[in-house]
């Protein structure tokens, strides 16, 4: 069975002089991208491509040097397509407490190799757990592009 989740582990590079920096949303936002394509192409096995990245809201600041998270789910499928459930968890390497820095929900394609959208594996659901995460997402979603 393929994998339907990803963690990604890193120290937060040091971009600036001086230690403790904050690093930039932009950043962040790259590796919640990183995770849900690694996520994303494990579970199509083919290149993938972000479709939807939605609400981010940054709940603390990430500072270099910190120890990161970012912990790509599954939550559901559709024919060519992978909602997903991303959320980048960071602390202090001194301290053993990670703290949530954002969670969104992200959509991908899968790709073939001539770039169009191919069908993908389908996935559902079957814990408590998962089936929460998969209303939450489909949520997430459905609110994002009701403002576009």
Do not use: K, Q
């Given at each position: 069975t393929s994998m339907h989740s990803i963690t990604l582990r890193f120290l937060a590079p040091h971009l600036t002089t001086?230690?403790?920096?904050?690093?930039?949303?932009?950043?962040?936002?790259?590796?919640?991208?990183?995770?849900?394509?690694?996520?994303?192409?494990?579970?199509?096995?083919?290149?993938?491509?972000?479709?939807?990245?939605?609400?981010?809201?940054?709940?603390?600041?990430?500072?270099?040097?910190?120890?990161?998270?970012?912990?790509?789910?599954l939550a559901f499928t559709g024919e060519t397509s992978m909602s997903?459930?991303?959320?980048?968890?960071?602390?202090?390497l001194a301290s053993s407490e990670l703290h949530m820095v954002l969670h969104c929900a992200a959509v991908y394609v899968a790709l073939?190799?001539?770039?169009?959208?191919?069908?993908?594996?389908?996935?559902s659901p079957e814990t408590p757990g998962d089936m929460a995460l998969a209303q939450q997402v489909q949520a997430q979603i459905t609110a994002a592009q009701a403002v576009q």
């Open positions: 001086h230690a403790g920096a904050r690093v930039s949303g932009g950043s962040v936002l790259g590796w919640v991208d990183e995770a849900g394509f690694a996520c994303a192409s494990a579970w199509a096995r083919s290149d993938c491509v972000t479709a939807f990245v939605g609400n981010a809201h940054f709940l603390r600041p990430v500072h270099a040097g910190d120890l990161v998270e970012v912990r790509a789910h997903l459930a991303i959320e980048v968890h960071t602390g202090a073939d190799a001539t770039g169009a959208p191919r069908e993908v594996n389908h996935f």
